[in-house]
């Protein structure tokens, strides 16, 4: 499969770009990796202000063409240059309910975990939201992520009560998000205990996927 034309900007202990890694890596497309150290502020330097003035990762450099500075992004370029193995559904129906929890494990997990640690880190400081913009710390809203995250869990383990996959009858991109948003919740102290055994058993499976090592 060719895909040596790709680049990804990347940070090895960042959520975000991990979900681009495991995307790249069940696609099977070769690339090259730039490492990006956000502990030291790489991100804000000149040399990658130019290649993404948002100042994030993950970014896919595609030679010749744009600089793809969001997952959305990635995906939607992903998918339809290397449709197989297809990951956001084969059928209408299936589409719209891996776009529905694709969505969810964006909105109620990655953002409920970035709502904690950016709010209550002291490293974070002046840091809430990612991006080239400081914002304050709101306390309160740590305060409500953790509350967000339990209620995630929750709807996780009853979804999964009875399926394999989060979303249609094959792995996606929403399993994806979802296993890299309960990774995630461990730097806040949230993760699944027994009262979660159905998304233990779906994340243990999840683990037999060599790109889930990612």
Known sequence: MSG???????????????????????????????????????????????????????????????????????????????????????????????????????????????????????????RALPGPVDYAQIPELAERGVARLQQFFAALDTRLADRPFLAGEHFSVADITAVVAVDFARVVRVKPGEQHPNLLRWRAAMAERPAMAL
């Open 4 to 126: 040596g034309d790709l680049t990804l900007y990347d940070c090895a202990t960042a959520p975000s770009p991990r979900r681009a890694r495991i995307l790249l890596a069940e696609k099977g497309v070769p690339h090259r990796t730039v490492a990006v150290d956000l502990r030291q502020g790489e991100q804000f330097s000149p040399a990658f202000r130019a290649i993404n003035p948002q100042c994030t990762v993950p970014a896919l450099r595609i030679e010749g063409g744009p600089v793809l500075t969001d997952n959305a992004a990635i995906l939607a370029y992903l998918e339809a240059r290397f449709p197989e193995p297809p990951l956001s559904g084969r059928t209408p129906e299936e589409r719209a309910e891996v776009a529905h929890w694709h969505w969810r494990a964006e909105f109620e997990g990655l953002l409920a975990v970035a709502e904690v640690l950016r709010n209550s880190s002291p490293a974070m400081r002046g």
